[in-house]
C-alpha cells in the first residue's frame, strides 16, 4: 500500500512507477482513482463534453490486423453516407447543443476524398454559423491535406498511434508501406505542426502487449505533450488476423480495469488534456463510459451516425446501440451521465485547456 501513495503524491511518474500504478489492486487501486478524481475535477472540472460521432463510411484502404472494417474482410457490407445525411447529422449534434462533431471513417486518400471532406467543412462550418467545431480521424494523409482541411476548418484530429513501441506496431500490422510505424508517427508531427488539437491514444491489452509497452505509451503522450487522448481496451473482431493470438489475451475484464488505470494514471500525470471515455470500454460493461468518466475522461463521443448504418461499422465484435438511433442515444447519455455526478456542457466547445494553456 505504502508504496503507491508514495508514488501518488508526485505527479512525474517514472516507467517503473506507471508500471506499479497500472498493476494496483484493491486500496491501491481505489486510491489511484480517488487521485485521478480529484484531479480531474481541479483543473478540467466536473464536465462532460459532447462529440457527436460521424461514422460517414466503412471504406477503407488499409488492413490493419486488427480491425474489423480492414479491406481485406470481405464479409463486410460497405457504405458511404451522403453529404446531405452527413450535414443531417450535424444539423442534429448542434439543435441538441452538442457544440462538436467527429467525423470519422476508414482511411481513403485520394483526391476525391480529400476535396469532398475540404467542401463538408466549409458546408458544417457555414450551415451552423462557425458554432461547431470538427474533430477528424481519416487516418494518415499527407501533411497538404492536413493543411487543406487545416484552411477549411478543422479544429482537431485524432490519430491513435496504438502502440509507440515499433516492434508491437509491426505485429498487429502488415509490413507495408501503407503500414509504417515511422509515417503515422510523422503524421502527428504534421498535425501539431499545423496547429490542430492533436489526439492519440492506443488499444489497451493487445496481444504481445506488456505493462512496460503501456507505460511507454503513457510517457510518449506525455512527451509528446498531446492535447487529447483517446483509449479503449482491444476487442476481438471474429474477421480478423489478430484473431489467431487470441490465447495471448487478458480476459476482457483485465483489459477493461487496465484502461481504467491507464486513463487515470494519464490524468494525473498531464491534468489538463481531454480524455474520451471510449465507446469500446462499454462493450465490455455497460457502465464502462460511466466509470470511466468518474476517474478521468472527460469527454464522451454519442454515436449520431444514423442507425441502419450503424451495423456496418464495426471495428470489434459486439459494438454497443448498433440498432439505435441518435435520439435514443442522447436521451439514455443524459441520465447515464447524471449518475456520475458530472454535468453535460451544452453549448460548449470544451477544447483542450491544454492546447489553449499551451500557446494561445
Ligand atoms: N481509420 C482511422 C479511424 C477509424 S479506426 C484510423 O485508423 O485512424 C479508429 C480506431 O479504432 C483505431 O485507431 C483503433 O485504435 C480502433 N480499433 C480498431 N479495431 C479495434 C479493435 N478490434 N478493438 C478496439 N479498437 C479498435
Ligand atoms: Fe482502416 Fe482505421 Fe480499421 Fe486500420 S483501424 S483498417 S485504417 S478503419
Redesign the pocket.
Known amino acids: 500500500m505504502e508504496n503507491v501513495l508514495k508514488i501518488l503524491e508526485q505527479d512525474n511518474f517514472s516507467k517503473e512507477n506507471i508500471i506499479t500504478l497500472l498493476r494496483s489492486e484493491g486500496e491501491n487501486r481505489t486510491a489511484l482513482f480517488q487521485k485521478s478524481a480529484d484531479i480531474k475535477g481541479k483543473y478540467v472540472g466536473n464536465i462532460v463534453y459532447y462529440r457527436g460521432l460521424i461514422e460517414f463510411s466503412n471504406n477503407?484502404e488499409k488492413n490493419?490486423l486488427?480491425?474489423?472494417i480492414r479491406i481485406g474482410n470481405k464479409k463486410v457490407t460497405r457504405y458511404n453516407l451522403s453529404d446531405d445525411e452527413i450535414l443531417s447529422a450535424v444539423n442534429f449534434a448542434h439543435e441538441n447543443k452538442f457544440a462538436s462533431v467527429v467525423m470519422?471513417?476508414?482511411?481513403i486518400t485520394n483526391e476525391e476524398f480529400v476535396t469532398r471532406i475540404e467542401q463538408l467543412l466549409q458546408n458544417i462550418k457555414k450551415l451552423t454559423r462557425d458554432e461547431i467545431k470538427v474533430t477528424l480521424?481519416?487516418?494518415e494523409q499527407t501533411e497538404e491535406t492536413y493543411n487543406r482541411w487545416r484552411n477549411a476548418g478543422a479544429d482537431r484530429y485524432l490519430?491513435?498511434i496504438?502502440s509507440s513501441n515499433p516492434e508491437l506496431y509491426r505485429k498487429i500490422h502488415l509490413q507495408n508501406n501503407k503500414h509504417d510505424f515511422q509515417t503515422r508517427m510523422n503524421c502527428l508531427y504534421s498535425l501539431r505542426k499545423l496547429d490542430y488539437q492533436v489526439g492519440t491514444?492506443i488499444?489497451v491489452g493487445l496481444p504481445f502487449q506488456t505493462y512496460e509497452d503501456i507505460a511507454n505509451d503513457l510517457l510518449f503522450m506525455r512527451d509528446f505533450d498531446i492535447d487529447m487522448c483517446g483509449m479503449?481496451?482491444?476487442?476481438?473482431?471474429q474477421d480478423?488476423p489478430l484473431l489467431e493470438h487470441s490465447h495471448l489475451l487478458e480476459p476482457k475484464e483485465k483489459r477493461f480495469d487496465l484502461t481504467l488505470k491507464a486513463i487515470a494514471v494519464l490524468r494525473i500525470m498531464m491534468k489538463d488534456i481531454n480524455i474520451a471515455a471510449a465507446t469500446?470500454l462499454q462493450t465490455i460493461d455497460p457502465l464502462g463510459r460511466e466509470k470511466a468518466i468518474k476517474i478521468g475522461a472527460n469527454v464522451l463521443m454519442p454515436n449520431i451516425t444514423p442507425g441502419k448504418y450503424r451495423d456496418s461499422y464495426k471495428?470489434?465484435d459486439n459494438k454497443p446501440c448498433t440498432d439505435e438511433d441518435p435520439d435514443d442515444c442522447v436521451q439514455c447519455l443524459e441520465a447515464r451521465i447524471a449518475i456520475t455526478g458530472n454535468e453535460i456542457g451544452y453549448g460548449k466547445w470544451g477544447d483542450s485547456k491544454h492546447y489553449s494553456n499551451k500557446f494561445h
Open positions: 477503407c490493419c486488427y480491425c474489423g470519422q471513417s476508414g482511411e480521424s481519416l487516418g490519430l491513435r496504438e491514444g488499444m479503449g481496451p482491444y476487442i476481438e473482431h480478423t469500446a471495428l470489434y
